[in-house]
Nanobody, 119 residues
Framework: QVQLVESGGGLVQAGGSLRLSCAFS????????MGWYRQAPGKQRELVAD???????NYADSVKGRFTISRDNTKNTVYLQMNSLKPEDTAVYYC?????????????WGQGTQVTVSS
């Protein structure tokens, strides 16, 4: 059974840094795209950053220059380095991965990890 296990959330002061990790396991096939989304109270889930394939990356405008997504394919793990954190970055962060098997796309989500930035 495919699992995405996240770690690294927590409470940090504005201007601080956190690093999130997400490990993909439970499949003999590797993940295709991997990325991070977040959902703040009362708001819709939004894309933070993703790595669709190879070295390509996408970032939300609000995090460009502050967050960096990286990936270790040998460990099937994706990371999100978050610097210069702001109170508006407070949200539950979810890891996402997709996978293609026999031409069918499957989407997987982690359980979410809370990031709280105090002012």
């Amino acid at each position: 059974q495919v699992q995405l296990v996240e770690s690294g959330g927590g409470l940090v002061q504005a201007g601080g840094s956190l690093r999130l990790s997400c490990a993909f396991s439970g499949s003999i096939f590797s993940a295709n795209a991997m990325g991070w989304y977040r959902q703040a109270p009362g708001k819709q889930r939004e894309l933070v950053a993703d790595n669709p394939s190879g070295d390509s990356t996408n970032y939300a405008d609000s995090v460009k220059g502050r967050f960096t997504i990286s990936r270790d394919n040998t460990k099937n793990t994706v990371y999100l380095q978050m610097n210069s954190l702001k109170p508006e970055d407070t949200a539950v962060y979810y890891c996402h991965a997709d996978q293609f098997r026999r031409g069918v796309k499957y989407d997987y989500w982690g359980q979410g990890t809370q990031v709280t930035v105090s002012s």
